[in-house]
RNA sequence: GGCCCGUUCGUCUAGGGGUUAGGACCUCAGAUUUUCAUUCUGGUAACAGGGGUUCGAUUCCCCUACGGGCUACCA
């Protein structure tokens, strides 16, 4: 098995927006795809047409694209594998059933909805015998394995509607192989005979997903822990076929829990916290309804790539941040965990603080420029520069910028009132008269140690302690309490500006 | 209910038959910053329970509990 090229596929269904775990999953994927030179592989599983949702696809493209995982081949790329799209490869998936049923595998079921209510109601309170449709309960249904022949073809010649169902052998041990959890064994007499082919001409995801495995030579298939009860179907579909020797690596992935209580992350839990949730935004096509994307919010994809791999996987020491390279030189399934992780947002912005600390101020305000021209303002780059260094500690995302920082473009309409409270009195108001005398008689620019000077020279000289008034000071310049350096902030604003706000503050301030 | 998977600080996790059970987030305290944030130092905090196996088990086995998944003509 190891000796074969490594190709591995994401391929999610085009019902909604990318769920953080199908992310995670493409990720996977990827890693070990690039570690291994293999092939990623994007493929469309839109088998089920009453769940599918406009603009999926483009969605789930678009947001693999901004987290930096690339495809070789794929519905929007192409490739020597394709169509990549299921609903483009329906007479392939009619040509295995049809060989399926020759070969006595799998067989014509007619019953009707309401029939197979009726059978699984009545099974449900034996103790005997599952309420499935299997190798007991088949006898009594309606299908080519139960009905005389020349009823079987009476209804084929009537265009009756039939799904193709798997002969589900009694009371055989079927081994599953999985890379994460090793050996998992299942009886199949404790499954039932799965509809591989609806009666909408569709194959279900089982049929079809083999059918595409075994075509598009896939080595490993890495996908959600809630795959793992249906991958004996799987194994026995490729023993059914006799594909015994292309069974694929299997690799279980744990499931992404609620970030607090009890079950699976649901997009639930972003808007209970009003956090975002997807890669990107998600705008519902029926509803109209946003969902904020992390994107939009400002996270760096690398920062939510980094996040999303530690959910599940670790390198075994105490490293980590790591770029999607190293990520792709560390990265094996053997260390992918067992268990499932809980999907914690305080961890996501640490990670994301992390990168923003380490991205320089050049491309920080090349960030943000374009939205400050949008919002009417005219600074250059080197001042919005500026801002970021002083700045960009204190924020989260790169966006935390307007609203902590506007007062480096437009001066305080406000102030905050607790401050004012605690600090504004006669001697602040004093001091700030004294500096602005100061201010007012230099003829040059002062910098941040000048400004520091006045500022210490102006509390000697009216007997205060600078302690006890500068945050008097730096509320009239800010019109908040917290923020930066003092004297950085000045020497950026200028001694115009500062003088402007100064005076201000002290016709405006009511103490 | 049945089948399958899992269980180390609140969270993400390292480790693994003999360890002071390590790190990170969170949180708390101190230092620095004459504010806040950053930064630094330090602290609180975990092997689900019960049986085995063993000189010794958190580590291996079994049972129980708890959590999760599946049990559709959904994927």
């Known amino acids: 098995m190891s000796d074969k090229p490594v190709r591995v596929r994401f391929a999610p269904s085009p019902t909604g927006p990318l769920h953080p775990g199908g992310v995670r ?32 696809e483009e969605f ?147 049929l079809a997903n083999v059918v595409d495995d ?24 490729y023993k059914a076929f006799g594909w015994e020797d292309s069974i694929p690596e299997f690799a279980h992935l744990p499931l992404l829990l609620k970030p607090d209580g009890d079950g699976k992350l649901s997009k639930r839990d972003g808007d209970r916290l009003g956090l975002p949730f997807y890669a990107i935004n998600w705008v519902s096509p029926e509803t109209k ?11 760096f994809p690398e920062a939510y790539i980094n996040f999303l791999a530690f959910l599940g996987w670790n390198p075994g020491d105490h490293r980590e941040i790591f770029s999607m390279d190293e990520l792709i030189q560390e990265f094996s399934l053997e260390r992918v965990h067992k268990h499932g992780a809980r999907y914690d947002f305080g961890k996501l912005n640490w990670f994301n603080s992390q990168y923003l600390k380490n991205t320089s101020d050049e491309v920080l305000a090349s960030m943000l420029m374009p939205e400050l021209k949008n919002k009417g303002f005219d600074y250059s780059m080197e001042y919005l520069q500026e801002v970021c260094r002083l700045m960009k500690e204190r ?75 500068i945050q008097a000071f730096r509320l009239a310049i800010s019109g908040v309490g917290s923020g930066p350096a003092i004297f950085e902030m000045a020497q950026l604003l200028g001694k115009k500006e500062i ?4 005076t201000h503050s002290l016709d405006f301030i009511k103490y």
């Not at 006898?139 to 589900?168: G, H, I, W």
């Not at 490993?220 to 249906?230: D, K, Y």
């Open 25 to 56: 999953t493409a990720l996977y994927n990827y890693l070990l795809a690039r570690k291994s030179k293999g092939t990623m592989i994007l493929r469309i599983e839109d088998t089920d047409q009453t769940r599918f949702v406009p603009g999926a």
């Open 60 to 206: 789930i493209i678009e947001s693999l694209k901004w987290c930096g995982i690339e495809f070789d081949e794929g519905v929007h790329v192409g490739g020597d594998y394709g169509p990549y799209r299921q609903s483009d490869r329906k007479p392939i998936y009619k040509e295995y059933i049809t060989k399926l049923i020759a070969d006595g595998k799998a067989y014509y079921a007619f019953d009707t909805p309401e029939e197979l209510e009726i059978m699984r109601e009545g099974l449900k309170s034996s103790t005997v015998v599952a309420p499935q449709y299997n190798s007991i309960t088949r006898v009594n249904m309606k299908n080519s394995l139960s009905l005389p022949q020349d009823e079987v073809q009476r209804r084929l010649d009537n265009n009756e509607p039939y799904a193709v169902r798997f002969k589900m052998p009694r009371n055989e041990e079927i081994k599953v192989k999985d890379s994460i959890r090793g050996w998992v064994v299942f009886n199949s007499s404790q499954l039932d005979d799965k509809i591989l082919f609806k009666s909408d001409g569709m194959p279900t995801y089982h």
């Open 214 to 237: 075994k075509l598009m030579k896939i080595s490993h298939v890495i996908r959600g822990e809630e795959w793992l009860p249906s991958t004996p179907l799987h194994v026995m579909l």
């Open 289 to 299: 309804e946003l969902t904020l994307g992390y994107r939009e919010v400002g996270y």
């Open 395 to 469: 924020w989260v995302v790169v966006t935390d910028c307007w609203s902590t920082s506007m007062f480096f473009f437009e001066a305080p309409q406000t102030y905050e009132q607790v401050v004012v409270e605690k600090k504004w009195n006669n001697s602040s108001k004093a001091v700030i008269s004294s500096i602005l005398e100061e201010i007012n008689i230099a003829s040059e620019e002062l910098n941040a140690q000048q400004f520091e000077d006045i500022f210490k020279a102006s509390c000697d000289k009216n007997g205060v302690k600078s302690g006890q008034v």
């Open 499 to 502: 003088a402007e706000r100064l």
